[in-house]
């Protein structure tokens, strides 16, 4: 299950950064950009819940991506409709949203591939160097 959470968030996000990146010269990225964003966004909510309630690893974390990405969802729907600059929208709208695909991604690498071992990080660790 987290080798798949992983690999269909790093898809998502691959696919929607090559999709979007073809539809920049049609002028509809920033709509592209935005239906991606829905999808992984759903995705990540649902997946952070499971491993939330499900007692994966970084259980904390994933509890305080869920606060802070709902707490962000609260604010968009009060500040979006306030603010009448569209460039500020699309700001709001789109760089704390990827900001937050990016860590919910990292956490289910780390889940899916925790580190190995207990390295210590000291330099040749056999002659207690």
């Known amino acids: 299950m987290k080798y798949i959470d992983f690999g269909a968030q790093l898809l998502l996000i691959l696919t ?3 999709w979007t990146t073809c539809n920049i010269p049609s002028g509809s990225a920033i709509a592209t950009l935005l239906i ?3 999808f ?15 007692g994966f690893p970084y259980q904390k974390q994933r509890g ?8 962000y ?3 968009l729907f009060i500040l979006a ?13 789109m760089v704390p ?5 990016i860590y919910s991604c990292y956490l289910s690498y780390r889940t899916a591939f925790p580190k190995s071992g207990k390295h ?9 160097f």
């Open 64 to 71: 305080w991506y869920l606060a802070s990405a709902f707490t």
């Open 120 to 128: 210590t990080g000291n330099f040749l660790r056999h002659i207690s």
């Open 73 to 75: 969802l609260f604010m």
């Open 40 to 54: 992984i966004g759903a995705w990540q909510i649902l997946s952070a819940v499971i491993g939330v309630f499900c």
């Open 36 to 38: 991606f964003q829905f």
């Open 97 to 101: 949203a990827w900001c937050f695909a």
């Open 81 to 93: 409709p306030v603010v009448n600059i569209y460039l500020f929208q699309i700001l709001i709208a």
């Open 16 to 18: 929607a950064a090559i």
